[in-house]
């Protein structure tokens, strides 16, 4: 049987690839266009609707994670070409509900008052056995710090920071690290720019791992080399280089941008 319209094409979707996630309303909201494999264009309808479900609790069935993410962090994220546009205008036109999502009260509710939620990024350091660093070229078009050296690195998830630092290894280079070879190193707490979401980035040390460094998402690293301590590229990440500074010195924690 086929649907009925645009809108039924879309629920039903959404109860094949995430059963659980029951949206009461939906409006069509923009008409945007897309380029087909083909390279014929193709109209996108796009609808609006509000949830305000936990994403932990639905059955996802297509994807690999599903999140609630503020307009102000989709600069972190890799999006479909306009999706971000998008997102922002939408944003702009429709003030959040004076209800936010269960999750976020969720945790606004476990937190003491006035806390602040901190992004939490996890960094690979390594020395090879001429006392060089791996650092990566990011793409010219990545949202953050693109043509600029930085070590290997990525956001926790649902996840612990070692976990995290395994996974991200094996997916961006191929290296196969074992818990029990890394250690902290250094901490750096970072606040980019007045008003922007706090930063803890943490730097494990792999004493051990399998494997040599390969390109294994070119959307975001287009090159790994060994650099010298003493000889970084330029480029390099302002953080990256304070927290090199500060494990050669010996220190464990840098503060960049706070006053």
């Known amino acids: 049987m086929e649907d009925t319209s645009l809108e039924a094409t879309l629920r039903r979707e959404l109860a094949e690839e995430v059963p659980g996630l029951n949206v009461d309303d939906l409006t069509p909201y ?10 014929f264009a193709v109209p996108i309808q796009v609808f609006d609707g509000r949830w305000n479900g936990d994403p932990e609790t ?57 806390t602040e939620l901190h992004i939490v990024g996890v960094h690979l350091y390594l020395e090879d056995n001429h006392g ?8 010219p078009d990545s949202a953050y710090a693109g043509n600029t050296w930085h070590f290997l690195a990525g956001h926790c998830e649902r996840e612990s920071a070692v976990a995290c630092l395994i996974r ?4 961006e280079a191929g290296l196969v ?20 979401q706090p930063r803890l980035q943490l730097v494990f040390q792999a004493h051990r791992w399998q494997g040599k460094p390969q390109l294994r998402e070119r959307n ?8 010298p301590a003493n000889a970084l590229p330029e480029p390099t990440v302002a953080y990256t280089r304070a927290a090199i500074d500060g494990i050669r010195h010996g220190r464990l924690y840098t503060e960049l941008g706070w006053t």
């Open 177 to 196: 690290i074992k818990a029990e070879d890394v250690d902290l190193v250094h901490t750096v707490h970072v606040l980019d720019a007045p008003g922007a």
């Open 220 to 227: 975001k690293c287009v090159s790994w080399d060994w650099w």
């Open 58 to 114: 639905v059955d996802l069935r297509e994807g690999v994670l599903l999140r609630w993410f503020a307009p102000d962090t989709l600069e972190q994220l890799h999006l479909s070409p306009g999706l971000g546009d998008l997102i922002r205008r939408h944003a702009a036109e429709h003030p959040p509900a004076s209800s936010p999502p269960a999750s976020t009260r969720l945790l606004r509710d476990e937190a003491p008052e006035g």
């Open 132 to 139: 060089r660093i791996l650092l990566g070229l990011r793409h």
């Open 168 to 171: 991200e290894a094996q997916e």
């Open 30 to 39: 923009a008409l945007e266009a897309a380029t087909s494999v083909d390279g």
